[in-house]
C-alpha cells in the first residue's frame, strides 16, 4: 500500500510561512493525483490544494489561492506544500492524501492518507 508522511508543521505567527513535505513509500506518486487537504478543530477535513498526475494542472481552495503553492517532485517521490503569508484561520492538522481518480476536490475520493502534522498560526 502508498504510505504518506507529512512534515514540516509547527507554530508561525500570521504573516509567516511554512514548507510542508509529503514523502511517500510503497507507491510513485506520477501515478496518483496529490493532494494537501486540512482539518480544523470541530470542523469537517477540508480540501487545500491538488497536483493532477493526468495533467500539470494544480488546484486550490478560494481561501488559500495566491498564498499556497503545490508543487510534486515525482523522481523524489514528494509533494510539497509552500504556505505564506499564514492567517490563524489556517490553523489545522495538514493531511497529504493520494487518489487514483480525478475528482481532486473531494476529500471523500482520497484512498491514502498521512497522519497529519500540525499547523498553528498565531495572531
Known amino acids: 500500500q502508498v504510505h504518506l508522511t507529512e512534515s514540516g508543521g509547527g507554530f508561525v505567527q500570521a504573516g509567516g510561512s511554512l514548507r510542508l513535505t509529503c514523502v511517500a513509500s510503497?507507491?510513485?506518486?506520477?501515478?496518483?493525483?496529490m493532494g494537501w487537504l486540512r482539518q480544523a478543530p470541530g470542523e469537517e477535513r477540508k480540501f487545500v490544494a491538488a497536483s493532477s498526475w493526468l495533467s500539470n494542472n494544480t488546484f486550490y481552495h478560494d481561501s488559500v489561492k495566491g498564498r499556497f503553492t503545490v508543487a510534486r517532485d515525482n523522481a523524489k517521490n514528494t509533494l510539497y506544500l509552500e504556505m505564506n503569508n499564514l492567517k490563524p484561520d489556517d490553523t489545522a492538522v495538514y493531511y497529504c492524501?493520494?487518489?487514483?481518480?480525478?475528482?481532486?476536490?473531494?476529500?471523500?475520493?482520497?484512498?491514502?492518507w498521512g497522519q497529519g502534522t500540525q499547523v498553528t498560526v498565531s495572531s
Open positions: 510503497g507507491g510513485t506518486i506520477s501515478n496518483f493525483g
Open positions: 492524501a493520494a487518489q487514483m481518480g480525478i475528482r481532486l476536490l473531494r476529500p471523500e475520493q482520497y484512498q491514502y
